[in-house]
């Protein structure tokens, strides 16, 4: 396929200034009418042939301000529109009639039907479905919809902007017309209609505007939309505060849809959400459902200024709105709830799902330099990589430098299609400092490290570090520039206090930060009378991985006393990675694991520790899964090896705390009427991850099974079914839970989806023919994404030992499923095919199984560009 290049942009020749649209919906055949004001660039030749992107398209006619062109003076193919010679005049004004067929269209990219209701997704390249245009993010355009349709078939009719007028028709059709007044790439057009539910609210701005705020979802689920509307009004007001940005249209609305290929959508003015992330109450939704939604309805929100209003020049700019936004959620929901839990549950997903693919085939720039399907490239390195960049400058700068950046930002690149060079501009614009190296962070691809030594000199009060960097080779970057890293750190002395320094030399030391630039720096610390213990890259400075010579009995230290509460869970988290690993290897020897009493105790410190929030003694007893350990180490993996150490480590600390957890799981019941709050759901997941530890130890299953019955919200019955399913296989308590679960929620798909999730969850061989059999379920779709991903994409990429099995079934399995969705959504088998990035690293025979899978997925007739780029990367 055809290779997109960075250095290959250039403008456009000819620029759509306004662009009017006129629907006729039909599910066999719409007709699009688009009218399209078009003006030639300044200093381009006349003679310059316009050339409209298309993509299965079917014209209907064509005129130039007025005149229907005659067949020689244009070519039309699905794929493209050539005018090869447009008028002399600057500016004219050309009409295109398109038929598209939204029933049929299960890409769901452009006009679709999801249910009965008509939508639109069209980012990135999603609008060249609907119409021949100028479909790339550097061409911004006014727009002025027209939707008709039957009114009994849709009687909502939505795009961007605000209302401009709507009424009634013959025939029983009517009319509803939008004007969005900011010019916008067609990325950000959006249309549905439909017979939805609303649930209306209001917002006053900052400026004293009423905005009308409305939730559209299916006609019936309007109570499970009030958290949603909850959220979006402190997403506005948040941003008001936070970065002083105003609201700018007079609507701001929301639908929920049950086909979706993403999250969600930010559609100026108009956001359309996958429905899991809008609908929730108690009885359906889990804790982390609501987090989801808190922090999804204020990403599409803060989209509104970081990629609507200033938005991305082209794709390869993507993270300069996801990566910035992402950043952006982060600090609302850190703000809404807990900093410290928050930023620990940011660095496990980044190493979860960001790690794996900066270190493996799929690895590529914050900023990527070519891509041949864009779509590949909304990744966990362009948006999660991509908000720890934007993080770093706010520790390199301060955060009122910072602040003053983004006021710079919004000022100076309002109404444009910025750059990421524009976006470091204003930093350095406003600081005076020189971000060229630290630029190496969007334009590099891999996770550095940093390996890192210290002595300690009693005689001369000196404390030094060595800290030597290295960037690992990746696909095409064999060669690496050295970063600037800003590594956060403390000195802690024996009472657990920070150790003063007299002096420091070697390196740029400002406020707590080591700004490492070279390949190998030492940086001497004197007036230190007594060996500290250090704690480095606190509040995970910098998304790095460190090679630290530390003594345990530092680590212990630091586990139960640094002051900076994400080192104090990383020391710990660490201990336990470290035993781990050791076991691993024991098991791989032959032997049994071994794990000390030291680390077992501690974590039963942890879990007492009234002084430590409940969520956050909850994340620090969550082991580590086993996909991090086999990423922390690297290579030979045999996930049952691994998925044996980490069951032994749960039972030894359950055994050494048996009494304790016990108790503390009793006084952590719910006491009074369901809160989503931070603090409610925090005391849920301690007591939850209590429950997982206490259901390995005798008459766990009763215990496991009581906990179900008693649930009285979707979380605890979520997580009690969760450990019978995947703990107590074959028993009859674990049947009968899983029978009622579905009788009760059977006809609820998205409560559905985490039974599927549940089951294709469960460690083990067999489970491949379990989700082989649950393919043919009655709830189960292959064409809904929310359907795939839970029992597909749960099997592929969270159970290790099932889809990981040693003769190869998972890999087959998951090869013709790959392919089978292909066949109706390029987009989700793509995703879904990523899975298998990782398989280099597997111990020999599952890496010879899991490459015969991704041949015969590449060697498959008539693949989608989608799917083939990420095969083929995969095997390169
Ligand atoms: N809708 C997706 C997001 O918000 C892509 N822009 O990240
Ligand atoms: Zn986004």
Redesign the pocket.
Known sequence: GHVFRLEDYRPSDYLILETSLVFRLSPEATRVTATLTIERRDGVAASAPLVLDGDGLTLVRIAIDGRELQPAEFLATPDQLTISQPPSAPRFQLLIETEIAPAGNETLMGLYRSSSVYCTQC?AEGFRRITYFLDRPDILSVYTVRIEAKLDEAPLLLSNGNPAGSGDLADGWHYAVWHDPFPKPS?LFALVAGALGKVADSFVTMSGRTVELGIFVEPGKERLAGYAMDALKRSMRWDEEAFGREYDLEVFNIVAVSDFN?????NKGLNIFNDKYVLADEETATDADFANIEA?IA??YF?NWT?NRITCRDWFQLCL??GL??FRDHEFSADQRSRAVKRIAEVRTLRAHQFPEDQGPLAHPVRPRRYREINNF?TATV?EKGSEVVRMIRTILGTDAFRAGMDLYFERHDGEAATIEDFLKVFEDVSGRDLSQFALWYHQAGTPNLTVSSTHSPAAREFTLEIEQSVPPTPAESRKRLMHIPLAFGLVGADGRPVAYSGVDGATVEDGVIHIRKRRQVVRFSGVAERPAVSLNRGFSAPITLSVEQKADDQFFLAGHDSDSFSRWQAFNTLLTDALIAAFRQILGGGEPVYIARLTELAGRVAADEALEPAYRALALALPGEADIARDIGKGIDPDAIFSAREALALAIAKANEQAFSSLYDRLADKGPFSPDAASAGRRSLRNILLDYLTLLPEGTELAARHFRSATNMTDRAAALTVLAHRHRGSPETAKALADFEAKYGSDALVMDKWFQIRAGVPGPQTVETVRALTKHAGFSMANPNRVRSLVGTFSSANQTGFHRRDGEGYRFFAETVLEVEKRNPQVAARLATALRSWRSLEPVRQAKAREALLTIASAENLSADLRDIVERTLA
């Open positions: 980012e990325y993403m999250g969600a959508m930010e999804i990403h599409e989209h990629g709105k996801e936004t992402v909304y948006y």
